[in-house]
């Protein structure tokens, strides 16, 4: 899992503040980076800015605001770290640095010295595009970088139940929509498992159930949680669009929620999913609605992408944790879905666009947010899919 640091960034007249970190002080030890601290548990990005500049450089931040995130690799180290950088506006007091502090050296580095300085690649041309007045190209956004970052922040944010399985926000459950029929013995592949709770859902139903997810973190987390509920479920690590370690015609029922608008090249993944189903094996998935997703959080919400827009790159924020982490999504149409269906062999026997419940929003809808629980009553949230490799 990538470790979350805070970066502060100060300049002054075309200059940049560095500091070199000590020998066998990580992250980037003895390499020149920004002033720099790791995160600590249950502190705030801003807190600990705040707790870098007076413990680190003598000065108290008194104004400032989130500059960027990047993603840094620490080759010496073996370390990968989530990077928010945070700009220094405006400071009080002397900058200094303590002598028996993590830094040995502190210095004011103009633009034409960042050459050829020992530091992170990344950091360096997005400081020196930074200093030059320059936009810098951001790297595509990295989703299992940025699950593997946000997994423990979002966990505890939604506690979805392993009683029952979801397709989506303010959605009819498996239980009342019958779609997967009785799956007692019945082999089942979930894509894009997350934490777990819809493949622990099967099992309890008597599935055998495998669990595959692009994000390290979230697998982790789905196999602890199938220990705490005393369930024996195998969850793999694995990009979705391969799957070779599953023989041909080999489960009974492939499943996903709310996972694939992750997937970049969903031909492969349904290819796939065709390939490991045997003959009459039903393939079920469920999606954010295409209109949903072009809708912005607040009303009267207006539109945030075009309804064609498929590549979409987003951020999502946890401000308790000081997380804000940039996915890449891709957002098909229904007719796009289709197609991709009917293109892999699949005969589609449903499509359903459920209305939302009378009842009142629970407390996982609620965990969303009120925008999109009010937005739910407008819209539709979720897309389903049966489909069936033809017998």
Request: hydrophobic share 40%; glycine share 8%.
């Amino acid at each position: 899992m990538p470790t979350i640091t805070v970066f502060a960034l100060l300049t002054t007249d075309q200059q940049v503040l560095l500091a070199q970190r000590r020998l066998g002080s990580p992250p980037f030890a003895g390499r020149w980076t920004l002033p720099v601290a790791v995160l600590r548990p249950q502190e705030t990005a801003e807190e600990c800015l705040e707790r870098l500049a007076k413990a680190e450089m003598g000065v108290e931040a008194v104004e400032y605001e989130f500059a960027d995130t990047l993603y840094l690799d620490d080759p010496a180290g073996g370390g990968r770290y989530v990077g928010n950088v945070f700009l220094v506006l405006r400071w009080e007091g002397k900058l200094r640095y303590r002598t028996h502090g993590e830094f040995q050296d502190v210095r004011w580095m103009p633009l034409e010295e960042l050459t050829g300085l020992p530091m992170p690649e990344p950091m360096r041309r997005w400081l020196q595009a930074r200093l030059a007045g320059e936009e810098f190209p951001q790297e595509p956004p990295d989703n299992r970088t940025a699950w593997n970052a946000i997994t423990a922040a979002y966990q505890a944010r939604h506690s979805f139940p392993t009683d029952r399985l979801i397709y989506g926000l303010r959605c009819p459950t498996e239980d009342e929509l019958g779609l997967l029929g009785d799956v007692r013995g019945r082999r089942v592949l979930v894509l894009g498992c997350g934490g777990g709770e819809d493949a622990i859902a099967l099992a309890r139903r008597g599935a055998q159930v495998v669990g595959i997810d692009l994000s390290d973190e979230r697998v982790r987390s789905a196999r602890e949680l199938a220990q705490k509920e005393g369930l024996e479920v195998p969850f793999v690590q694995a990009n979705v669009e391969e799957l070779p370690d599953l023989d041909s015609e080999s489960q009974d029922v492939v499943v996903s929620s709310q996972a694939l608008n992750y997937v970049e090249h969903a031909d492969r993944c349904f290819a796939e999913a065709f390939r490991v189903l045997k003959p009459g094996g039903l393939f079920v998935f469920s999606v954010q609605h295409p209109m949903d997703a072009c809708l912005g959080d607040h009303p009267p919400y207006a539109l945030d992408k075009g309804y064609w827009e498929v590549q979409h790159d987003w951020e999502w924020e946890f401000m308790e944790e000081g997380l804000k982490e940039r996915f890449r999504s891709w957002y098909r149409t229904a007719a796009d879905w289709f197609a991709l269906l009917q293109e892999a062999g699949f005969q589609v026997e449903r499509l359903l666009e459920p209305p939302p419940p009378s009842e009142p929003p629970t407390e996982t809808d609620l965990s969303w947010g009120d925008a999109a629980v009010e937005r739910a009553s407008q819209v539709p949230a979720t897309l389903i899919f049966k489909a069936r490799r033809p017998a």
